[in-house]
């Protein structure tokens, strides 16, 4: 299996522009999870789905921030207007059920 | 929630010494994971270690669950084994990992 598979590596962008970053998750697994990760916070939990679901979205910093999930091996999360505070490194993460998650490599976004 | 704090946070070694890494967390859990985040940037698996002891190669975990702490040993440290280590633990009666705040690892050469 080739993992989990995040795109792009690297997202430079403007403040006030849409940015989507995109996850495929392993195949089989049910479970999705959105993190994400600064020198201040550390790796904090965004949102997480069960079986396309989404469970807990309290950690979505703001409105500006939303994610789906419209399919078992496929999930977005975008973030409309960025802002520089938004820079960090986003992972996506997928597990198969309560059993072990596996990370991405990840997506690292800056804000200018 | 969950408190999960890890030990100590930075730690410069020489190559070819012995480390043990400690997670401390505040609440019973069914599982902990260890992983070792690369100079790159990647969160690549190391265990997955509700309770007892798992070894692969030099490295080697123990979770005693009852008193809340899980350990993890590096021997024979090599350079490539830079970088930070996380332990996560899963929120209670949720599924989402609580992330410790890291072990820095250097290992000089």
């Known amino acids: 299996d080739a993992g989990v598979i995040q795109s792009p590596r690297h997202e430079v962008t403007e403040m006030g522009q849409e940015v989507t970053l995109r996850c495929k998750p392993i195949?089989?697994?049910?479970?999705l999870f959105w993190y994400r990760q600064t020198m201040m916070r550390g790796l904090e939990l965004l949102i997480y789905?069960?079986?396309?679901?989404?469970?807990?979205d309290s950690g979505m910093p703001e409105d500006r921030f939303s994610a789906k999930m419209p399919n078992a091996s496929f999930s977005t999360l975008k973030i409309q207007p960025s802002e520089p505070r938004d820079s960090a490194v986003y992972f996506c993460?997928?597990?198969?059920?309560?059993?072990?998650?596996?990370f991405g490599q990840g997506t690292r976004l800056t804000v200018v | 929630g969950i408190q999960v704090e890890q030990s100590p946070p930075d730690l410069i070694l020489q190559e070819g010494a012995n480390s043990t890494l400690r997670c401390n967390f505040s609440?019973?859990?069914?599982?902990l994971q260890w992983f070792h985040q690369n100079p790159w940037g990647q969160l690549i698996n190391l265990f997955y270690i509700p309770s007892g002891t798992k070894q692969n190669g030099r490295l080697s975990a123990t979770t005693v669950a009852t008193e809340r702490y899980s350990l993890l040993y590096i021997s024979s440290s090599q350079t490539t084994d830079s970088g930070v280590y996380f332990c996560?633990?899963?929120?209670?009666?949720?599924?989402?990992?609580?992330f410790g705040q890291g072990t820095r690892l250097t290992i000089n050469p």
């Open positions: 993460a997928s597990s198969l059920r309560r059993s072990e998650a596996f």
């Open positions: 789905f069960n079986n396309n679901v989404p469970i807990d």
């Open positions: 996560a633990v899963p929120s209670k009666g949720a599924q989402k990992l609580v």
């Open positions: 195949s089989g697994h049910n479970s």
């Open positions: 609440d019973s859990v069914n599982n």
